[in-house]
């Protein structure tokens, strides 16, 4: 009977140990089974999230660049040209791998930093391996709000594997440019399968307890003799069972990514998931000891926010707030939180349920935005928008408070771009770097120094003493830039041109401060480089007067105001005009005639005088050959035209002559060019080169206002030039002044031991012929002889002179290549 009862025992704990231990078992995995999919998708969601606000964080900074359009800082096409450089370099993600793509609606690639062969292609037809025209498809969702695409892409940045990837994709509606960027979802498998092997080295463990106690509960069932026994052990063992579910269920709210916690209504802690340690670095029963240690470790700069965020659900039922925490592992993160009210049964209140996140990432990211946004991508410093932004804080303190002073300096690097141009632009970045670290090392903390574009920085001098102070720190500045550049293995050296504008100013807008800065950093540059000019209203009238001016100038270029005159130039002892120097000159319809001494430096400056010494060069040519086709006795007559450095650094300078030339039927040795030693000595090998030619093409060639510049002996004897012409200062003053009577004569001198011949200029008395004549100086011109004339009394003057001497006619015979005169 005994063993009867045992067996039946045996049997009736074996019919309820087995049971429970499947159901646990069974129960364990249906749950696995639904935690791993909402989890898998939780992982999705939270990867989708991410992408979708860093796309809306880049779209927000093309608006960024829209709007410098709008405002007229930037062109169009600079614009769209750099916000697609800032897309191209932008990375984020682990190891920085992730990137963003951009193309138009057509649909057409703009960026693409792994697809470089893409960009500027059509895209419309293009095709993943599974045939999915993805650039359609992307640029639909784009238009319809934006959105999420599943397409086949290039590995990373392996262009032999394809991988499947989800990418959002958002409308810039101003420029129809769809942004892009995903993830690909071997990555997502890679993240989702460390937590299913967490949750199922869990659901084992769990598993592993749970027979442990089933087989407690067995044993202990076993050893009961009485009924009443076996129901207190089938009750225990169902408490057990509900507690182990408990426990499952609440394992599903502890293995959520985000920081779970729930605050009682009288301020108690009732929930803490412990996703709050890998957030705060604190463990969950920290929370429940101490309810107030969240508010502790708030950084004290946003505990006000906190407590403000706490009050406002006294009046509504939600609500979010982003701030800072110290981690005592990580140091200062960033924490997203999203609260909502809780209630039970007839809405009776339960406290607060907060969802908090790191967005420490996201922020280094908004951050990294904010700060290419406000900053110069080479040398680091504030750009244009962060500089006009400081001048005009700096203009609204100073309308505040008395006694403030600052100052505002445009500085511009002397003689850059001939470094630029002779060692290459990596070379000039590399200046440019250098300058930046001079110039905040020659200022103040305080004051703010901003790369204004290209060479141009803008100084903000803060809190100033007094105006002085500003004078003694742009001293300060001026000789640490004049030290020598040891850059790349290279020397250089270069300066800086200063302009200041000095507080206090009645500015309404700082683009006008920085305006009348850059006024008078011109000024200095005006004024021999290395100098710095304040600001003051003289030179704002002067630039008006020259914006006016070169306007009159563009204006009188295209309704023909502008005429030549010619300047006649003599053989010395014959007193025969052999040729004419053609002159420019500008006959206003409301000023009259403007002395070429105001314009031709406006046209130096704005480049106009390329334009005007084409037109001369033209006109000259033609009255050159009406003159030979109407008088046997021009035939011998040479025009001379002067050239400035401008045009002659032009590229196609040697092809305008020749098609002057070609255009007139002037034959090539009836054209002098006259240049000053200055445009010559500017770029010396790229002038002989040019000189060469022109030499080969029969153009004579003369050193304009010789004495002046900076010629060696050495360089003069490799020019292929034939004529000296020596300036009127020294002619002028060469009976008066001893020294400059020797400075002509050395110059004919050396003119005729290098078989050059010589003309002089600003000939006005007769003493001064006579003595040119003594000194055997071969030709001469000035008001003695001949003011310039017009072409009709050019002609005339040409008409009435008998025929050039024969020894002059043999001796121009041979010049240069062309025998026809």
């Not at 003689?415 to 110039?439: C, P, W, Y």
């Not at 006016?548 to 025969?576: A, C, S, W």
């Not at 040409?798 to 025929?803: F, L």
Request: proline residues 4%; contains cysteine.
């Amino acid at each position: 009977m005994k063993s009867v009862r045992k067996h039946i025992r045996r049997k009736s704990t074996l019919g309820i140990v087995f049971p429970a231990l499947a159901a646990v078992a069974l129960l364990s995995l249906a749950i696995w089974a639904y935690l791993l999919p909402s989890m898998k998708d939780a992982v999705l969601e939270r990867r989708k999230e991410t992408i979708r606000e860093l796309s809306h964080t880049v779209v927000h900074q093309l608006e960024q660049f829209h709007l410098q359009v709008q405002n007229g800082e930037l062109t169009p096409a600079r614009a769209r040209r750099k916000a697609a450089d800032y897309v191209r370099n932008l990375r984020y993600g682990e190891g920085n791998k992730h990137y963003f793509w951009i193309n138009d609606t057509t649909p057409q690639m703009i960026v693409h930093p792994y697809r470089m062969n893409l960009e500027g292609r059509e895209l419309a037809g293009y095709t993943d391996s599974n045939g999915v025209a993805l650039f359609r498809e992307a640029v639909r969702t784009a238009r319809d709000g934006g959105g999420f695409i599943t397409y086949s892409w290039q590995w990373n940045d392996r262009p032999d594997m394809n991988s499947p990837k989800i990418s959002y994709v958002k409308l810039f509606e101003p420029w129809d440019w769809v942004v892009g960027t995903g993830v690909y979802q071997a990555d997502l498998q890679e993240e989702f399968a460390v937590i299913r092997n967490r949750v199922t080295l869990f659901m084992v463990f769990v598993l592993a307890i749970t027979a442990g106690l089933t087989v407690y509960v067995g044993f202990r069932i076993r050893r009961a003799d009485q009924n009443t026994e076996k129901a207190v052990r089938q009750r225990e063992r169902l408490i057990a069972a509900l507690k182990q579910g408990e426990e499952r269920y609440r394992t599903i709210a502890d293995f959520a990514y985000d920081w779970e916690l729930w605050i009682g209504p009288s301020g108690e802690v009732r929930y803490c998931s412990p996703s709050c340690e890998r957030i705060t670095g604190k463990p969950p029963e920290d929370f429940f000891e101490r309810p107030k240690l969240i508010r502790s470790i708030i950084i004290p700069e946003d505990r006000d926010d906190w407590d403000v965020y706490l009050g406002s659900f006294k009046d509504r039922d939600d609500a979010f707030l982003d701030f800072r925490i110290d981690h005592p592992q990580n140091g200062r993160r960033w924490l997203s939180v999203v609260g909502r009210k809780v209630f039970g049964i007839g809405l009776k209140p339960l406290g607060i349920r907060f969802s908090f996140r790191d967005v420490t990432e996201r922020k280094q990211m908004e951050e990294q935005l904010r700060h290419q946004a406000l900053h110069d991508p080479l040398t680091g410093l504030a750009n244009r928008n962060l500089c006009i932004d400081r001048v005009k804080q700096a203009m609204e303190r100073s309308k505040r408070r008395e006694h403030y002073f600052f100052a505002v300096v445009f500085l511009d690097l002397d003689r850059f771009k001939l470094i630029n141009d002779s060692m290459g632009h990596h070379f000039g970045d590399s200046v440019l770097q250098e300058t930046a670290r001079r110039l905040l090392k020659g200022v103040r903390s305080l004051d703010t120094v901003a790369r204004f574009g290209g060479d141009e920085f803008v100084l903000l001098l803060d809190e100033l003493q007094n105006p002085g102070e500003a004078i003694r720190i742009i001293k300060r500045i001026r000789e640490e830039l004049t030290k020598r550049y040891e850059l790349d293995g290279h020397s250089v050296t270069t300066t800086g041109s200063f302009g200041i504008v000095l507080s206090p100013t009645d500015y309404e807008h700082p683009e006008d401060l920085l305006q009348n800065a850059n006024i008078a950093m011109h000024r200095a540059k005006e004024a021999g480089r290395n100098h710095f000019k304040v600001f003051t209203s003289r030179m704002l009238e002067n630039a008006v007067e020259q914006l006016t001016l070169e306007n009159d100038m563009r204006r009188g270029l295209e309704e023909g105001e502008f005429h030549v005159e010619y300047q006649p130039i003599l053989l010395t002892q014959e007193k025969m005009v052999i040729g004419f120097e053609a002159l420019a000159r500008w006959s206003h319809p409301e000023r009259g005639l403007i002395s070429p001494a105001e314009f031709i430096p406006v046209a130096e400056e704005t480049g106009l005088i390329n334009e005007l010494g084409r037109f001369v060069l033209e006109r000259a040519l033609e009255t050159l050959a009406q003159m030979r086709a109407a008088s046997p006795g021009a035939m011998p007559l040479f025009m001379a035209v002067n050239i400035s450095a401008k045009q002659f650094c032009q590229l196609n300078f040697y092809e305008t002559v020749i098609s002057a030339l070609q255009s007139s039927g002037v034959p090539g040795n009836r054209l002098k060019l006259e240049l000053t030693e200055s445009a010559i000595m500017n770029n010396p090998e790229h002038a002989l080169r040019i000189l060469h030619k022109l030499k080969r093409s029969g153009v004579r060639l003369a050193i304009d206002d010789f004495g002046t510049g900076y010629s060696s002996l050495t360089q003069l004897q490799h020019l292929p030039v034939d004529t000296l012409k020596i300036d009127r200062s020294f002619v002028m003053h060469m009976d008066e002044d001893q020294e400059s009577g020797e400075i002509v004569k050395a110059v004919i001198a050396l003119a005729h031991s290098l078989s050059l011949d010589v003309v002089a200029e600003g000939v006005e008395e007769s003493r001064q012929h006579v003595k040119l004549e003594d000194l055997q100086c071969e030709s001469v011109q000035g008001f003695f002889f001949h003011r310039p004339l017009s072409e009709k009394d050019a002609r005339d003057l040409i008409d009435s002179q008998d025929p050039l001497p024969a020894s002059y006619i043999g001796r121009i015979g041979g010049a240069g290549s062309g025998r026809d005169v």
